[in-house]
Every structure is written in C-alpha cells, then in structure tokens.
C-alpha cells in the first residue's frame, strides 16, 4: 500500500520548536516533490512548505518564512518540517503529499487532487 505517514506532532508552547516527519511506505520518495500542508481550526488547508525531488527548490508560505524550514533524506525515505519559534497560529494538523512540480520547481498542490489525505499530525501551540 502506497502511503505517506505523519509524525512528530504535540503540544508545545509558544516560542517551542517541533520536527515533523513524513515517511513514505510502499514507494520511493526520491521522484517526487513532497509538500507540507496545514488545516487549522475553521480554517481552509493551506500550503505550508514544499520541496523539489532534487532538494534544490524549496518554497514556503509567508506565514513561517524565517520560521520553519524543510529537507529530505532519501536513505530514510522521509521529509522533515522543523518548525521554530513556533505560534499560536500555527496550532493545526499537519499533513504531507506528494506535490506537483515543474523543472524542478515544486509547487504547494497535490499532484493528485483526488488522492485521499493521510491522518496527519496535531499540533498545538499553547501555553
């Protein structure tokens, strides 16, 4: 079975750091650029970083700009969000996929819109 699991996800205080993990089982992550997107509560999921195959493109959202970063480690098979300085705002749940990119540029979109999510990882950010 082709999936992508979430991991990494707690409660943390404002100003804490966490490393999510997004392993992939049943298939080589190698290929494929990998995002990471957000929903929190009442809202609209949201792109939040997303990397190329290569690992040279990496894009993220103004919301964590200087704040999270990403990588991948294709001998684990696994990308990684770590996220600094972390806010309030950023209390969601966490969910990766493979995304769609174009020479080498990734893109914050699903490569496959009709693909199901994962279960995701909860993050919450409070005192």
């Known amino acids: 079975q082709l999936q992508l699991v979430e991991s990494g996800g707690g409660l943390v205080q404002p100003g804490g750091s966490l490393r999510l993990s997004c392993t992939a089982s049943?298939?080589?992550?190698?290929?494929?650029?990998i995002g990471w997107f957000r929903q929190g509560p009442g809202k609209e999921r949201e792109g939040v970083f997303c990397?190329?195959?290569?690992?040279?493109?990496?894009d993220e959202s103004d919301s964590v700009k200087g704040r999270f970063s990403i990588s991948r480690d294709n001998a684990e098979n696994t990308v990684y969000l770590q996220m600094n300085s972390l806010r309030p705002e950023d209390t969601a749940k966490y969910y990766c996929?493979?995304?769609?990119?174009?020479?080498?540029?990734?893109?914050?979109?699903?490569?496959?819109?009709?693909?199901?999510w994962g279960r995701g990882t909860q993050v919450t950010v409070s005192t």
């Open positions: 990397i190329s195959s290569s690992g040279s493109h990496r």
């Open positions: 049943g298939f080589s992550l190698e290929q494929y650029a």
């Open positions: 996929a493979v995304v769609a990119q174009i020479n080498d540029r990734c893109a914050h979109m699903p490569l496959n819109p009709a693909a199901s």
